[in-house]
């Protein structure tokens, strides 16, 4: 791959770059400007639609076709929620751009709003964020000072406020209407749909929700232009109708035992041996890597052989992962045991859950028990089978909860257990007892 040129983290690094002034000598405001002043909303809309732009979230759905599922001359109010929350185990890149860039990732949103005719935004931020909390808050200080937002902005009549909205600590408010639930002050049990949230969300009223990079995207969208995005990426394979192509750029996390963990921004398409050999710096202490994590821990798990897949919307499903999610790579090595893999992500699933649906409530419970047994050497072989079992039954997909977070609990268990099930056979065979995990309590 010839050589990257960050656009989403170019300024990360500067002096200042959190501020106004640093943010507007280097262009900043610029794409807003001229999307106020020279487009229409509707424009604004279609541009992002032809950009093919997906969300970076974790489901990688159209964002500019998600825009248009609000209704028509609707009176308003109309929200835009930020999904700040970030609660995917090992990712991080969402913490980057607010730390080190927040005007970036608000320029995106008061574009979005405009977009949208939102009169009202709210970043949805993960409470564990007080750097990011202390920065955004300055950035929006700052934006209303300059006149970027408030009443009446660039003189278009245009008007936006936003509010920082922290959360407390749930990884289910990552689930747009988990995260709406909470907004409004209640528990975070995620909602039935249909209604979507473009026709029903926060307060009842339409609402649209995207995530942190996703809006960063957006501003560099307005202000290179879609042929610029566009050529970024990877096409759609035209042997398969539903890729819609992944385009842009990524930031991609890399953590765990690789020498250099951090962030990166790549084209999408890149795949995980490069992440880790050339961006991480390679397995940590001379050793070989066992696998991997390719996405946040939701999206299932990768063998050493598998690292030549490609990190887009399509490539990691090829090797039966659930998708790229966020992009977040964590690597094991070869000493790891897939035992202590498979039962640290069991134990956060079942603490996650929000309890609202029985299959996720009680499945995710009884996986947990039988990886710990598992990993205490004192499985059976049959435990194999029923956490298959279990994490075929529950989820969206098969039909028995009301959002996802059954299914990513479920995939990474029985990838687990489809592509190391030798090294689980022969952990419960020879019967060894593991000593618990620092902090892994009793069970």
């Not at 003189?155 to 907004?183: K, M, N, P």
């Not at 566009?230 to 991609?252: E, F, Q, T």
Request: net charge neutral; hydrophobic share 35%; proline share 6%.
């Amino acid at each position: 791959m010839a050589e990257y040129e960050p656009v989403l983290l170019r300024r990360v690094g500067k002096p200042n770059s959190q501020s106004i002034e640093t943010y507007l000598a280097d262009g900043g405001y610029g794409a807003l400007t001229r999307a106020v002043t020279t487009l229409t909303p509707e424009q604004v809309v279609e541009t992002i639609k032809a950009s093919g732009l997906r969300g970076r979230g974790g489901a990688g759905f159209p964002t500019g076709l998600k825009w248009t599922f609000l209704p028509k001359n609707h009176p308003g109010p109309i929200y835009l929620c930020v999904n700040a929350d970030e609660s995917e185990p090992c990712t991080f890149n969402n913490r980057v751009l607010m730390e080190e860039d927040p005007h970036q990732v608000l320029e995106g949103t008061i574009l979005a709003a405009y977009a949208t005719r939102a009169w009202v935004a709210y970043i949805y931020l993960r409470y564990e964020y007080g750097r990011c909390f202390r920065t955004m808050q300055q950035a929006i200080q700052e934006a209303y000072a300059k006149g970027f937002l408030g009443r009446d902005i660039l003189g278009r009549g245009f008007h936006l406020d936003v509010y920082l909205h922290r959360g407390a600590g749930a990884y289910i408010c990552g689930e747009e209407t988990g995260l709406i639930e909470s907004l409004e002050g209640k528990r975070a049990w995620p909602r039935i749909k249909p209604p979507f949230p473009a026709v029903e969300g926060a307060f009842r009223k339409p609402t649209v929700v995207n995530n942190v990079e996703t809006l960063a995207c957006v501003t560099h969208i307005m202000d290179r232009g879609v042929e610029w995005f566009r050529s970024i990426g990877v096409p759609p394979d035209p042997r398969n109708p539903r890729d819609a192509g992944s385009y842009g750029p990524k930031l991609y996390n890399i953590s765990g035992h690789v020498n250099r963990p951090g962030t990166v921004e790549l084209p999408l398409g890149v795949t995980v041996r490069e992440l880790v050999d050339k961006h991480g710096g390679g397995v940590w202490k001379g050793r070989k890597a066992k696998g991997c994590i390719p996405g946040g821990i939701s999206m299932g798990l990768m063998t050493e052989a598998e690292f030549d897949t490609p990190l887009d919307f399509n490539g990691p499903s090829k090797v039966g992962c659930l998708g790229l999610g966020t992009g977040a790579v964590t690597v094991f090595d070869e000493q790891t045991s897939i035992a202590d893999v498979l039962y640290n992500i069991c134990r956060f699933f079942a603490h996650e859950s929000c309890g609202q649906c029985t299959p996720c409530r009680e499945g995710t419970g009884w996986m947990l028990k039988m990886a710990d047994r598992i990993r205490r050497g004192q499985g059976r072989l049959e435990d194999l089978e029923i956490l298959r079992e279990i994490g075929n039954a529950i989820g969206i997909m098969p039909g028995t909860t009301i959002c996802g977070l059954a299914d990513g609990a479920g995939w990474p268990v029985k990838n687990a257990i489809t592509k190391f099930r030798a090294e689980f056979e022969e952990l419960i065979r020879r019967g060894v007892r593991r000593e618990p995990l620092v902090g892994s309590g009793s069970h």
